[in-house]
């Protein structure tokens, strides 16, 4: 069975980085897609992209000059930068995975606040 | 941004048939999905590709549609369906999901 955890720090400072690992077990990270979304407060969610088998990239062009997607294939885990966040910011962070087009597994997601 | 419009919430008795619609802003062909999220859960993958159910599902859940106008159907309504239900369409770059309908179960 695939499943998927996200790790990394609950609170951010503004203009920081915010950094994200998913682990992932039951699968490889070599097939399939593997995708970051967040959800906001009230609810709007956000494709926020995705590292393919092979290691290309797909992001949300509203987030295209401050976020970064790579992959560590010997650990099975992939990761998500965001840079320069902002209060906006704050949201639960899914790591997902399926088809280029939906995500058939999820994590549990993390919540991260932005806040000095 | 394909913006995709969902009704708010809604209120059905067990037993009952239910009928959440999402309507895109432009053509989204079949790619629509729809998916469950129950409070404090991650969101479960219902439908795929309008019509498809996914692994596990069971058959009162179904989805139709195609163009800009879709539909997930469940037919009978369970307790269990408490959920908030998010359609997303993947035809469009980027992504995008719906605002999700919230179904109350009386």
């Known amino acids: 069975e695939v499943q998927l955890q996200e790790s990394g720090p609950g609170l951010v400072k503004p203009s920081q980085s915010l950094s994200l690992t998913c682990s992932v077990t039951?699968?490889?990270?070599?097939?399939?897609?593997w995708g970051w979304i967040r959800k906001f407060p009230g609810n709007k969610m956000e494709w926020m992209g995705y590292?393919?088998?092979?290691?290309?990239?797909s992001y949300n062009p509203s987030l295209k000059s401050r976020i970064s997607i790579t992959r560590d294939t010997s650990k099975n885990q992939f990761f998500l930068q965001l840079n320069s966040v902002t209060t906006e910011d704050t949201a639960t962070y899914y790591c997902?995975?399926?088809?280029?087009?939906?995500?058939?597994?999820w994590g549990q997601g993390t919540l991260v606040t932005v806040s000095s | 941004d394909t913006v995709l419009t969902q009704s708010p919430a809604l209120a059905v008795s067990p037993g009952e048939r239910v009928t959440i619609s999402c309507k895109a802003s432009?053509?989204?062909?079949?790619?629509m999905h729809w998916y469950q999220q129950k409070p404090g859960q991650q969101p479960k993958l219902l439908i795929y590709?309008?019509?498809n159910l996914a692994s596990g599902v069971p058959a009162r859940f179904s989805g139709s549609g195609s163009g800009t106008d879709f539909t997930l159907t469940i037919d009978p309504v369970e307790a269990d369906d408490t959920a908030t239900y998010f359609c997303?369409?993947?035809?469009?770059?980027?992504?995008?999901f719906g605002s999700g309908t919230k179904l109350e179960i009386k």
């Open positions: 590292i393919s088998y092979s290691g290309s990239t």
């Open positions: 997902g995975s399926g088809d280029s087009n939906w995500f058939a597994y």
């Open positions: 590709k309008a019509s």
């Open positions: 997303q369409q993947s035809w469009n770059g980027p992504f995008t």
């Open positions: 039951g699968y490889s990270i070599t097939s399939n897609y």
């Open positions: 432009e053509s989204v062909s079949t790619r």
